[in-house]
T-cell receptor
Framework: ETGVTQSPTHLIKTRGQQVTLRCSSQ?????VSWYQQALGQGPQFIFQ???????GRGNFPPRFSGLQFPNYSSELNVNALELDDSALYLC????????????FGQGTRLTVV | AQSVAQPEDQVNVAEGNPLTVKCTYS??????LFWYVQYPNRGLQFLLK??????LVKGSYGFEAEFNKSQTSFHLKKPSALVSDSALYFC??????????FGPGTRLSVLP
């Protein structure tokens, strides 16, 4: 086990709704990142937080937003859900640095209907 | 832009035989390369990384990877495959920030 936990594990939402996904980082890690993994594809970077500030973002629209809290837990919020948002959402925690690996949670499977 | 290619969607190997999962990369500057494995309905598990130094990197569960700068490759290897190694394998490079850029994945099937 990595020590990174995500909730919920599965979620079904209707198009147009909003969703919040949660992540508890591994102890001692100060950086959290979120990735979207569509079926049959590799994970795509959404954004990263370091010390409660967003410090990197992938090619995702502003309706994808996030927060990092002082205890290094994190949230991913998605507004105005679209069918294409259906995917596995992965949270990764790490110590900051180019040479450090990240530890991933088990993911949240989001289905938009 | 940083990118990773995994030229094989699927690799099949018999149990006990050596396995290789291929990865090539394109980066500007020094490459920071990683391998992750994903089992069904699970997140990604870190296997190993290359940062600098010895071109042969040893990792978890008997896996190793060979870094080849001239061929821009970072192939994952294991001398003797187990049925339990069957999973989805991702090669990744650190991007301009500290995010990972993942390849499309290679599905490994180890046949008993």
């Amino acid at each position: 086990e990595t020590g990174v936990t995500q909730s919920p594990t599965h979620l079904i939402k209707t198009r147009g709704q909003q969703v919040t996904l949660r992540c508890s980082s591994q102890s001692g890690h100060n950086t959290v990142s979120w990735y979207q993994q569509a079926l049959g594809q590799g994970p795509q970077f959404i954004f990263q937080y370091y010390r409660e500030e967003e410090n990197g973002r992938g090619n995702f629209p502003p309706r994808f937003s996030g927060l990092q809290f002082p205890n290094y837990s994190s949230e991913l919020n998605v507004n105005a859900l679209e069918l294409d948002d259906s995917a596995l959402y992965l949270c990764a925690s790490s110590v900051t640095g180019k040479n450090t690996e990240a530890f991933f949670g088990q993911g949240t499977r989001l289905t938009v209907v | 832009a940083q990118s990773v290619a995994q030229p094989e969607d699927q690799v099949n190997v018999a149990e006990g035989n050596p396995l290789t999962v291929k990865c090539t990369y394109s980066v500007s500057g020094n490459p920071y390369l990683f391998w992750y494995v994903q089992y069904p309905n699970r997140g990604l598990q870190f296997l190993l990384k290359y940062i600098t130094g010895d071109n042969l990197v040893k990792g978890s569960y008997g896996f190793e990877a060979e870094f080849n700068k001239s061929q821009t490759s970072f192939h994952l290897k294991k001398p003797s495959a187990l049925v339990s190694d069957s999973a989805l394998y991702f090669c990744a490079v650190k991007g301009y920030g500290q995010n990972f850029v993942f390849g499309p994945g290679t599905r490994l099937s180890v046949l008993p």
